[in-house]
């Protein structure tokens, strides 16, 4: 017969392409729509009917026009390279480009998506000459020899739709004999096991089903092995879910199950709970049936290899070779150290750090300024960061435009970008990673990163856990910070901010308090009072004190040429200076503005009430100060507490709890006398008594002591009270008259 060829059936019918696919010198067989099993038409015993007779052929397209095409390729006098990549660079990367060489040297090459690499990679070879095991190529994919098929155009792809799957002829023509390079990769043709078939498994997985146990004594061992080590291979090492489960947590879990160790079809249905949860993780459809197609293949190897007498040393083995924990002497760990920092007081290495900030005020331009100044090795002393060597950065971007929005940017800074590393999946820079599946890039990044960033941070976590669930969100952030302790990185995390109006900056983290909780240092982005102004500082700080926050302001850079759809500007963050307060003061600096107001009476009421109260050597309790502002200003529960907030964001009120349970909670200004101290006639000090009581001055005379008849008119609270201490307001009351203690507001009735 003739060498063995891919025939072009461009513009065939189905029927039509199955009859030049025999006329070419493959076996055919028929397969349902929407379907790559090759007995789905035939039934059992497929790898006997397949068929290059064009009688029967047209004999079962005339049942179904629809019917696909499927090769049987090793019966054919052929082996097929299924790569599972989408380019062949991936092979190169590997440090194997003879492999990738090879592959390209094919004389016949069935593509299985629209575009791309990836396909099936036909070679000639003797009939059935190999097996179905991959060897080493089962990095990339899966070979197809003995009873092994393929699917071929003009089949209409099952993940046409949802993934883009597109049967397609890349090349056609005569297969050429397969290369000595690809047959290296591949075991010796005597150790292949051809799988099994549907019926072969059931009655695997009925026989082993752990009817007397394991003869080993102290056995332990159950499907938790195979498992753990399919997570942690595919999860925390991003190995291919597919050449793990295959070569090896499916024969190692059936070689136990083999041995007596736990039923077959508890292991087996663990492991595919496994692959369900990695399945899901990155968003993709249950694949069941592939699944059952490599139980049959490692079904079929584990019932080949030899069996209990090695069964419990190879596992154990495999248990030794694993990350799992074990007890060190502290002699022996990592020695003591310093903390060290990337930014100083702001940014610690080989730890977690939050950067938070309400949406739209410019906070991605902050860790675009740090990473000019990381990659260039520019001094940021006002920042912390001081001249040093370049750096290498590592970036995630998921919300910005990588060529529209984030590269200028980072050109814009002046950031070095060659020294930057951009996680993504497209050219484009579009196709956001998941972690903690794909930590592993950060992990084996050659140089190390001195920053990763990744901006947002919820866009990257695995769909199936709820962050604002607090164990959910332990889950999704500890790998970072194991990342961060393996690199020495200092690694950022952007996130936003809830839309709480709280003065307590805590309050405000977007998705849960547990981001705050695991992170050791948070940084906190709140626009400023001008426009155009960022002002950003540590809202906590593990290991330090607290420094003041930092103002900058945001420069429109021209970068392109304006057009009407855009004036071709790009956002530079420029430093402005230090503050004198906190973040967290600024956040709550910011709230009492927005909630007070001047020229609101009710805003004003609170502070004279608990002041005569105070002078009065009166103790104020909530219910007190609720019912009195109904009674005399009908003001709400609600706002009187809200002016307890404020007066206490402003240190200008307390509110204190007794020793008692349930406590007696008093409320008072704090420059007040407490109930029971001497008022009025006796002057006091801090110095002696703890608080002031003593007579009066001209200043307080002007708050206290020529008041109307219904009480003091206190002081106004400013919307930044914060900046200077109100010394005569806080260290004197003055003196108390009979008329001062009335109740405020009749008035104004």
Request: glycine fraction near 10%; charged fraction near 25%; hydrophobic fraction near 35%.
């Amino acid at each position: 017969m003739s060498a063995l060829t891919l025939p072009d059936v461009t513009g065939m019918t189905l029927t039509q392409a199955a009859l030049a696919y025999a006329g070419a010198g493959w076996y055919v067989l028929p397969v349902a729509p929407g379907s790559k099993n090759p007995g789905s038409v035939v039934g059992k015993d497929w790898h006997k009917k397949s068929s290059r007779d064009p009688d029967q052929i047209a004999a079962w397209w005339a049942q179904n026009l629809g019917y696909g095409i499927a090769l049987h390729v090793g019966r054919s006098g052929a082996v097929a390279f299924d790569l599972d990549a989408m380019t062949l660079v991936v092979i190169v990367d590997a440090g194997r480009p003879d492999i990738a060489e090879a592959l390209r040297s094919a004389g016949a090459i069935n593509g299985t998506r629209a575009e791309g690499d990836r396909g099936h990679y036909l070679f000639a070879c003797e009939p059935n000459e190999f097996g179905n095991s991959a060897g080493e190529f089962s990095r990339w994919g899966e070979v197809r020899g003995a009873n092994g098929v393929i699917v071929v155009a003009p089949t209409v792809h099952p993940d046409a739709d949802s993934k883009g799957g597109c049967y397609r002829q890349i090349k056609t023509g005569v297969l050429t004999p397969l290369p000595n390079v690809l047959r290296e990769c591949l075991s010796d043709p005597g150790e292949s096991v051809d799988p099994l078939n549907d019926a072969e498994l059931d009655e695997f997985l009925d026989k082993h089903d752990n009817p007397f146990g394991c003869d080993y004594a102290d056995c332990e061992h159950t499907p938790d092995g195979p498992v753990n080590k399919f997570n942690r291979r595919t999860g925390d090492e991003g190995a291919s879910r597919h050449d793990t489960m295959v070569n090896d947590v499916l024969p190692w879990a059936f070689r136990e199950a083999i041995a007596g160790c736990y039923p077959a079809r508890e292991a087996f249905d663990a492991l595919r709970t496994a692959w369900d949860d990695a399945m899901a993780a990155t968003g993709e459809r249950h694949r069941h049936g592939e699944l059952y197609r490599l139980a049959k293949h490692a079904a079929a190897r584990a019932i080949a290899e030899p069996q209990s007498e090695q069964v419990h040393d190879d596992a154990d083995q495999a248990a030794a070779d694993t990350d799992a924990p074990r007890l060190w002497r502290a002699t022996d760990l990592r020695p003591s150290a310093p903390p060290s920092w990337l930014a100083k007081g702001r940014l610690p290495r080989g730890a977690i750090s939050l950067l938070v900030g309400e949406e739209g005020i410019g906070k991605s331009l902050l860790w675009v300024w740090i990473a000019a100044a990381i990659t260039t090795g520019k001094p940021r002393p006002e920042f912390g960061i001081p001249a040093r060597d370049p750096a290498h950065v590592v970036v995630v971007v998921t919300e910005d435009n990588w060529s529209t929005a984030v590269r200028p940017r980072l050109e814009a800074a002046g950031a070095d970008l060659s020294r930057v590393s951009v996680i993504c999946t497209e050219a484009d820079g579009s196709g956001a990673p998941v972690f903690p599946r794909d930590l592993h890039l950060i992990d084996n990044a050659d140089p190390a990163p001195a920053l990763v960033a990744v901006d947002a941070w919820l866009d990257t976590v695995p769909g199936k856990l709820n962050v604002r669930d607090p164990q959910d969100a332990r889950k999704a952030l500890h790998p970072w910070k194991e990342t961060a302790t393996k690199t020495g990185a200092a690694v950022l995390l952007i996130t936003h901010t809830n839309r709480d109006k709280s003065a307590d900056a805590r309050d405000k983290y977007g998705i849960t308090g547990e981001l705050r909780k695991k992170a050791r240092m948070t940084l906190y982005a709140m626009a400023g009072e001008q426009a155009g102004e960022l002002i950003v500082g540590p809202e906590k700080s593990n290991g330090s004190a607290t420094a003041p926050a930092s103002k900058f302001y945001i420069e429109s850079v021209q970068m392109f040429d304006p057009t009407d759809d855009n004036d071709g500007t790009v956002g530079l963050l420029c430093y402005l200076g230090g503050t004198s307060r906190t973040a967290r003061e600024h956040v709550r600096d910011a709230a009492i503005g927005r909630e007070h107001d001047d020229d609101d009476p009710r805003d004003l009421w609170l502070y004279g009430y608990l002041t005569l109260a105070g002078l009065a050597g009166q103790e104020v309790t909530p219910k007190d100060a609720v019912t009195a502002a109904k009674d005399e200003k009908d003001i709400s529960r609600a706002t009187v507490y809200r002016q307890l907030d404020m007066l206490t964001a402003a240190r200008l009120a307390e509110s204190v709890g007794g020793d008692t349970f349930p406590k007696a909670v008093r409320w008072q200004i704090i420059s007040a006398p407490k109930p029971g101290e001497t008022t009025g006639e006796t002057t006091g000090s801090r110095e002696t008594t703890g608080e002031t009581t003593g007579g009066t001055s001209s200043d307080q005379h002007d708050q206290v002591g020529d008041q109307p008849e219904n009480g003091p008119v206190p002081p106004v609270v400013s919307s930044t009270p914060a900046q200077e201490p109100r010394t005569s307001e806080r260290e004197t009351t003055g003196e108390a008259t009979d008329s001062q203690q009335t109740s405020p507001g009749e008035d104004d009735q």
